[in-house]
T-cell receptor
Framework: QKEVEQNSGPLSVPEGAIASLNCTYS??????FFWYRQYSGKSPELIMS????GDKEDGRFTAQLNKASQYVSLLIRDSQPSDSATYLC???????????FGKGTMLLVSP | NAGVTQTPKFQVLKTGQSMTLQCAQD?????MYWYRQDPGMGLRLIYY???????DKGEVPNGYNVSRLNKREFSLRLESAAPSQTSVYFC?????????????FGPGTRLTVL
């Protein structure tokens, strides 16, 4: 069964801190992994994609993938109040032509 | 470019009524998707279309039908609406396979079924 698990939160961090968001999935042969950000009342938008083990950095965002342990994480450095949103993890399971989304983690960054 | 557009933005139906949600994209994408999002449930795939002329069921297809009218347009129809279909509906598109390509989402339709 395809599953993507995320802690629903909210995860509260002060401005300037590092926010760490985690996601676990149920199939070791999954191919690709995505982090989407969704502001309240808005539609999801892609932040990062990662396909191989290790870290991928883009500005203040770093995605980390560990296929052996079946988890993917998103680090947000120097968190800003504008980062307050729900972060959705999505996984493309091998053999499937669609994405499976987690339920999302709400992040609150306080000034 | 408008990206992915959806109509209507809001809709209230009575149980048993029918309606069609419209979606269009101007990015020349091959694949299109319909999701529903409920509180605490995340995004769940209803139907998708990998290319013009093809449609496939997703995780929660019961009570819905879809039509890929052409490469730009993908509609979702509720034949007999039920309160359980109260949700926010998102249409999305991607250039190719979701394994590698970004999905771009429309603004959503907020549907209430009384």
């Amino acid at each position: 069964q395809k599953e993507v698990e995320q802690n629903s939160g909210p995860l509260s961090v002060p401005e300037g801190a590092i926010a760490s968001l985690n996601c676990t999935y149920s199939d070791r042969v999954s191919q690709s992994f995505f982090w989407y950000r969704q502001y309240s009342g808005k539609s999801p938008e892609l932040i990062m994609s990662i396909y191989s083990n290790g870290d991928k950095e883009d500005g203040r965002f770093t995605a980390q993938l560990n296929k052996a342990s079946q988890y993917v994480s998103l680090l947000i450095r120097d968190s800003q109040p504008s980062d307050s949103a729900t972060y959705l993890c999505a996984v493309n399971y091998a053999g499937y032509s669609t994405l499976t989304f987690g339920k999302g983690t709400m992040l609150l960054v306080s000034p | 470019n408008a990206g992915v557009t959806q109509t209507p933005k809001f809709q209230v139906l009575k149980t048993g009524q029918s309606m069609t949600l419209q979606c269009a994209q101007d990015m020349n994408h091959n694949s299109m998707y319909w999701y529903r999002q409920d509180p605490g449930m995340g995004l769940r795939l209803i139907y998708y279309s990998a290319s013009e002329g093809t449609t496939d069921k997703g995780e929660v297809p019961n009570g819905y039908n879809v039509s890929r009218l052409n490469k730009r347009e993908f509609s979702l129809r509720l034949e007999s609406a039920a309160p359980s279909q109260t949700s926010v509906y998102f249409c999305a598109s991607s250039d190719g396979a979701p394994s590698t390509d970004t999905q771009y989402f429309g603004p959503g339709t907020r549907l209430t079924v009384l």
